[in-house]
């Protein structure tokens, strides 16, 4: 499976096109939506599963600089994100909860300097096979994988290499993430980097 043939997965999959024209609405500036969205529809397909594996949310991730102020900076969210996410929420037939950030504050909470966009942002997700995004931009459909897609297309489990933030890197910390997710459970054919 290559990149194409993750891009063709989600052009096939109504639901999956649906969310991603209600985000393109919006307009927002390098936006993306991210992790278990595009992972776990390709870990879905590895596994042969006709039904969706359901999503606790949908990861939206945008980059301004300017939709924000300095007090807003270290909330948990702003209004601008909390204003989409009610815009989103207002589309009741895509059944999605929505998690909306903005990537140009995130690094004040993993104690770096500021990403210079949501790639770069999303390169630092906590395993490889999670730093995946997808957008539709002028109807087309773009495919981020900051570490490629390796890792999630062979069903590989692991920590992102050379995390800036010491979090990530406890063994103990992404052992406890796997269990809680219940990866194993929902896809068990998946191999776990520990």
């Not at 998690?99 to 906590?126: C, F, I």
């Not at 999630?152 to 992102?160: A, D, E, M, Q």
Request: aromatic share 12%.
């Amino acid at each position: 499976m290559n990149e194409q043939d993750v891009i063709d997965l989600i052009r096939k999959d109504k639901w999956m096109m649906d969310v991603l024209r209600a985000v393109e609405k919006l307009n927002l500036p390098d936006w993306w939506i991210g992790a278990g969205f595009v992972r776990s529809k390709v870990w879905d397909y590895s596994h042969k599963y006709k039904k969706r594996t359901p999503l606790p949310d949908v990861d939206l991730i945008y980059f301004d600089p300017n939709d924000f102020s300095e007090k807003e900076a270290n909330s948990f969210s702003t209004k601008a994100e909390n204003r989409f996410q009610k815009i989103l929420n207002k589309q009741k037939e895509l059944c999605v909860k929505w998690s909306v950030t903005n990537q140009a504050r995130m690094h004040l909470y993993h104690h770096r300097l500021p990403y210079k966009n949501s790639q770069e942002a999303l390169s630092e997700w906590a395993e490889t096979a999670t730093c995946i995004g997808v957008r539709l931009k002028n109807g087309k459909l773009e495919l981020a994988a900051p570490h490629g897609i390796g890792d999630l297309v062979n069903l590989k489990v692991r920590r992102i290499p050379n995390y800036k933030n010491k979090y990530r890197f406890d063994p103990m910390v992404f052992e406890r993430r796997v269990k809680e997710k219940r990866w194993l459970e929902k896809w068990p054919r998946l191999k776990i980097a520990f």
